[in-house]
């Protein structure tokens, strides 16, 4: 029976610095590299070897994995770069502080923004700098698939394909898959797993650095879950 392993990113400095992240690619704090190592040691303590590994293209999620994977003694293993894992997109709302964010235009439409399921922060503009289309990472990619912003129901709409065409393919193959992402891309994932509504999901919160262990019947289906504690 296999197992799917959710790890979230560590701490990044813009998680330190109170900031809305989304797509911009910036690195882990020295919490975070703690963190990620603490991880890594986590599972190995554990017992868990892991196969096959799975990532978005932003550096703090590859970062997280790739020193969870030397703590488990495991770079070796084949590892998947995929944008459809990155964080959800937080439009216009990219960089700002979110406690002025929310003194600029209140509370309860920044709380909406954040934690709604359905509802998405103001878009980029397609010529905005920001953009992922003008990111080069980005390029072999249809200009259409690239969202100026999105809710976390949006997220999932991309997530679920990278699920069914490459990880469940690797979970039929593999003992133990590893998903180093990002809070809302996993917490798609996890709505999808748990069978979760928008509203449910909107309580579920995925820490940094602690990973989120499933245990699954042969058919995928969920027999449990349990984050490793230590």
Known sequence: MPNLILLRHGQSQWNLDNRFTGWHDIDLTERGVAEARNAGRLLREHGFAVDVAFTSVLKRAIRTLWLALEELDRMWIPEHKDWRLNE???GALTGLDKAETAQRYGDEQVHIWRRSYDTPPP??????????????????????????????ELTLHRVLPCWESTIVPSLKDHTNVLIAAHGNSLRALVKHLDGLSGEAIMKVEIPTGQPLIYELADDLTVRGSRYLEG
């Open 123 to 152: 878009p980029l503009a397609d010529d905005d700098p920001r953009h992922p289309c003008r990111d080069p990472r980005y390029a072999g990619i249809d200009p259409s698939q690239l969202p100026g912003t999105e809710s976390l």
């Open 88 to 90: 959800r997109h937080y």
